[in-house]
């Protein structure tokens, strides 16, 4: 018999659904029921989730300026509370846990009404909208990159680092070895969702750019947008480069570590999965997040001599050519750069992450939790 429920809710990307995943794993390990409240985004992701039961919660975003569609937002909100304390009265979780985006505000709010247990987590460096309106409300925050200081925010802070799920636990256990000579050169690109559409018009022209003998070598993964796959495979095509292009890979973890080196977007979960396996990335954060919370995402690899942050608008063609075709030449120096990016990873977040949980469920304070052996 379960130990208990814990209610976990999450935006239905990958960056808020797969660091609830890490954790649910962890508590289910640990003899807990683990439910889930998320949103209809969630669908391709949360087929493989290890939860009791999903709960579609409605819920809106508020960035809307008109004031009708405002009103419509607070109404899809007020609504989502409801069928979320619905929900708690039926399931009775011990806590519940959110990992941002906008369907995390009606059961975390309706979780504070009910006097049950909250903790939310935040991925990246620059906490988001969701969870600074929750703040003020819950019991703790962990954060991914957040500190522990002496704000309010701060003062109910731990500092976890981001989950990663069991695959990409599996994928850190391979070592990076450095691709010398003629040998095949993986690159993995990638950028979610938003994010991809800039790789796609950028990166086959700086392939082009490569010399005969390194582009040759080169065994390319790319993530694309759906309307742009067929052109950008016909544009390898053309380069006789070996290249597998799709909008989404069930399997990343392991093209990551499969990788000689990364190109992708700076978001938290990406960031963090990178170090956890440890390889080699040129990052290149959004420019156009809300909160500019990638490229303070990117600092703590970059800082560790992990990885390079690019500013987009300064990726030329011929500069990512400059840049590629400089690494594939340099083994040593990728080798060093997969050291230095495990070195920051947190290999333990989702660890620590459950016992924060289980500690908030048994109505510890942050305080309490800090003076034990944790950090």
């Known amino acids: ?5 814990i209610l976990l809710a999450a935006g239905g990307t990958g960056g808020h659904l797969f660091p609830a ?17 998320t949103d209809t985004r969630a669908e391709r992701f949360a087929a493989h989730f290890p939860a009791a039961a999903v709960h579609p919660i409605q819920s809106a975003t508020l960035g809307s300026k008109n004031p009708f569609a405002l009103l419509g937002a607070f109404w899809k909100i007020w609504s989502g509370v409801r069928q979320a304390s619905a929900v708690i009265g039926r399931i009775k979780p011990e806590a519940v846990v959110g990992f941002g985006g906008y369907p995390t505000l009606p059961p975390l709010y309706a979780a504070t009404r009910r006097k049950v247990p909250t903790l939310i987590h935040e991925q990246n460096a620059v906490m988001g909208r969701a969870n600074r309106a929750l703040a003020g409300r819950v019991d703790a925050i962990a954060g991914g990159f957040l500190p522990q200081d002496e704000s309010a925010a701060g003062a109910k802070t731990v500092t976890t680092g981001n989950p990663v799920r069991p695959a990409v636990l599996e994928a850190a256990r391979t070592p990076y070895a450095a691709s010398t ?23 086959p022209g700086a392939i082009a750019l ?31 480069v070996a290249v597998e292009v799709s909008p989404f890979f069930t399997d990343m973890a392991a093209r990551i570590a499969a990788a ?3 190109i992708s977007r700076s978001g938290a979960s990406t960031v963090s999965e990178i170090a956890v396996i440890g390889r080699p990335a ?10 500019h919370d990638q490229a303070a995402n990117a600092t703590a690899l970059a800082a560790a001599g992990g990885g390079e942050v ?4 300064s990726l030329s063609p011929e500069r990512i050519a400059a840049l590629l075709g400089a690494l594939i030449d340099q083994p040593e120096r990728l080798a060093t750069m997969a050291a230095a990016a495990k070195s920051v990873g947190r290999p333990d977040a989702a660890r620590l992450l459950a016992d ?6 048994s109505r510890k304070t942050v305080s309490d939790f800090r003076k034990g052996t944790h950090p």
């Open 282 to 291: 040129l990052l290149v954060p959004y420019p156009f997040a809300l909160d």
């Open 21 to 37: 995943e890490a954790l649910a794993h962890e508590l289910l390990e640990r003899g807990w029921a683990v439910h889930l409240a």
């Open 181 to 203: 000579g003629d040998e095949p050169f993986r690159l993995l690109v990638f950028g979610g969702s938003q994010g991809a559409q800039f790789f796609s018009d950028a990166m």
């Open 356 to 361: 924060l949980t289980e500690a908030i469920a």
């Open 210 to 240: 490569l010399s005969d003998a390194q582009r040759k070598r080169l065994v390319m993964t790319q993530q694309a947008r759906a309307d742009d796959v067929a052109r950008v495979k016909a544009a390898y095509a053309a380069l006789g």
């Open 260 to 262: 000689h080196l990364v």
């Open 1 to 5: 018999m379960a130990r208990g429920v």
């Open 310 to 313: 690019h500013v987009q608008s």
